[in-house]
């Protein structure tokens, strides 16, 4: 079983930055490949970036590429997601998630085995 918690939503202006932590519980942390989700109102669920169990390996959506950076310490059970350059389009309720399994998958919401509560990011234009 991982529980996970993340923090570090908020109120930010367009072109501002925000690091989101997600903080994981149990000693397996580091056998699961991690994920950043967002879902807007209104709107499905979405992948946002991923990282390999190792963090060697990351993907992100084409909407983020070049803006967010997805970063994990397996040593304080912690997975980041660095958002720079934010804009009012990345708006929504951003979820970790983690997942065993082939990496492949990753950006497959119903793959994940643990999700997050949630943290709310609002960019204002």
């Known amino acids: 079983q991982v529980q996970l918690v993340e923090s570090g939503g908020g109120l930010v202006q367009a072109g501002g930055s925000l690091r989101l932590s997600c903080v994981a519980s149990?000693?397996?942390?580091?056998?699961?490949?991690m994920g950043w989700f967002r879902q807007a109102p209104g709107k499905e669920r979405e992948f946002v970036a991923a990282?390999?169990?190792?963090?060697?390996?990351?993907d992100y959506a084409d909407s983020v590429k070049g803006r967010f950076t997805i970063s994990r310490d397996n040593a304080k059970n912690t997975v980041y997601l660095q958002m720079n350059r934010l804009k009012p389009e990345d708006t929504a309720v951003y979820y970790c998630a983690a997942k065993s399994g082939a990496y492949s998958s990753r950006r497959l919401d119903y793959k994940y085995d643990y999700w997050g509560q949630g943290t709310q990011v609002t960019v204002s234009s």
């Open positions: 990282v390999t169990w190792s963090g060697e390996t990351t």
């Open positions: 149990g000693r397996t942390f580091s056998s699961y490949h």
